[in-house]
């Protein structure tokens, strides 16, 4: 039975940026004649691409491309490289900050990405490749794909940032606090940091790489994708640190507000408790009660109780007990 791999997609790019579709069905791993390099995009869950790595990659490399779970890395292998980054994940009806990871091997001529759930910014580049402007160089195209994955998280971290100056506003001008706001805004900013800050690592280390696939002219360039991931690193610090103020804001003024409330009733508690006890008292149903008698009883005993009231009331107020 023949080997039919399926990729997601597949082109021979040619130095002017020209992309002609690879239509085998068991691709080689290197580029047709005429081409500069070849990049195959592959799923993760295809059961296909673990036999198509170990016959055509290095053992490390290929294993590399079927770990169930990832984070951000970029190591040297021989004269290629094991990339694993993560993109902001943009797929309809799911959170963003559930990052989608992109595992690739980089060769001099032969690029392979593979993933599990779609990532937009693969998507921009296999729709230039079909328009004709695909990366004329394995390291253009990692120059454009880690630009692309970087104005997304710069996106998100934007949004975060704004949503935690509405909360500042809503809190400390308005004093409304929304509980359903920020404790989901704290778990975005969270999650973010976790694969952001690594991905930072891994893109510094892709810019400072000493192999020849990264020609020189890319360098200063992927350093700049490196320093502006930098950036969205430390914005996110800056959010989680507000966040993290904001809620031992709220803690403390739900803590006071609670107190406040326990010392009223406690004072209602200590004035109504001395009437409580003459009423007791008085409503016994026992002969020999006072005014029994009296006809003017009742409300002789009402004003002397209202009298103690405000006697204790003024005692409060003299203490400064309220």
Not at 102 to 118: F, H, N, P, Y
Request: glycine letters at 6%; aromatic letters at 6%; a negative charge.
């Amino acid at each position: 039975m023949a080997h039919v791999l399926s990729p997601l997609a597949a082109f021979d790019i040619a130095e002017d940026g020209r992309a002609s579709p690879v239509a085998e069905d068991w691709p080689a791993a290197a580029p047709r004649a005429g081409a500069r390099w070849r990049w195959l995009h592959l799923d993760v869950t295809n059961p296909a691409m673990a036999g198509w790595a170990a016959e055509h990659l290095p053992e490390v490399g290929a294993a590399a491309l079927s770990q169930p779970e990832t984070r951000p890395r970029c190591d040297a292998l021989g004269a290629g490289l094991i990339l694993n980054l993560r993109g902001v994940n943009m797929n309809p009806g799911q959170e963003s900050d559930d990052m989608v990871s992109l595992r690739m091997w980089v060769g001099e001529a032969l690029i392979v990405s593979a993933r599990v759930r779609k990532v937009f910014a693969v998507d921009a580049l296999r729709q230039a490749a079909l328009a004709g402007h695909a990366p004329p160089t394995p390291d253009a195209f990692l120059l454009r794909l880690t630009e692309g994955l970087t104005d997304r998280i710069e996106a998100v971290s934007l949004a975060l940032e704004d949503a935690t100056d509405t909360l500042e506003e809503e809190i400390f001008d308005h004093d409304r606090f929304d509980a359903d706001a920020l404790a989901p805004t704290r778990r975005k900013v969270i999650r973010l940091r976790r694969y952001i800050g690594p991905q930072r690592e891994a893109l510094n280390r892709l810019a400072q790489s000493p192999l020849p696939l990264i020609g020189p002219e890319m360098r200063p360039m992927l350093a700049e994708t490196a320093n502006r991931a930098t950036r969205a690193v430390e914005e996110l610090d800056a959010v989680s640190a507000r966040l993290a103020a904001l809620q031992e804001h709220v803690n403390a003024e739900l803590s006071a507000r609670m107190g406040r409330n326990g010392y009223v009733l406690s004072v209602v508690a200590a004035i109504f408790l001395p009437l409580g006890f003459f009423t007791g008292l008085f409503g016994v149903n026992l002969a020999g009660i006072p005014g029994t008698a009296a006809p003017h009883a009742f409300a002789v005993l009402t004003v002397m109780l209202s009298a103690l009231g405000l006697g204790l009331f003024a005692l409060f107020r003299w203490r400064k007990w309220l």
